[in-house]
């Protein structure tokens, strides 16, 4: 049987959960999404987004990493996030020329600013905090 156990986080500790938080969101989005997002921004000719996804597949912290550390690869991955969801935005299925859109592309453009969307909120929350 599952069951929910409820746990008092104390406040001096909340800042480095919810970094912690932000840290696991992070690599569950990367590993789950940024590979269509390159490929989406590959069909759509946003070449120049490239640097936003190199910037994140290298990405790297060690197991003894501080706080402090944490919140500056974190603010690393928000401003390449920033980045992505702008050329997301500009993203028209009629701007394709040399590719054939699938007939999901723009699902697939939804779906992909609105994961990057909410692993923005995520950071910007735990970075806040």
Do not use: Y
Not at 14 to 42: C, M, P, T, V, Y
Not at 112 to 117: D, E, K, M, W
């Amino acid at each position: 049987m599952n069951s929910i156990i409820l746990t008092h986080v104390a406040t001096s500790a909340q800042g480095g959960f919810l970094l912690d938080a932000a840290l696991d969101r992070l690599g569950a989005w990367i590993d789950a999404e940024l590979g269509s997002l390159e490929e989406l921004l590959a069909i759509s000719g946003c070449g120049d987004a490239k640097s936003g996804i190199k910037t994140l597949r290298g990405l790297h912290l060690e197991a003894a990493a501080t706080q402090t550390e944490t919140r500056r690869l974190l603010e690393d991955a928000q401003e390449s996030l920033e980045c992505l969801m702008a050329s997301v935005r500009t993203i028209s299925s009629e701007a394709l020329v040399n590719v054939r859109a699938p007939s999901d592309f723009d699902a697939w453009v939804r779906w992909s600013g609105a994961r990057l969307q909410d692993i923005q909120i995520t950071l910007s929350r735990a970075l806040e905090a």
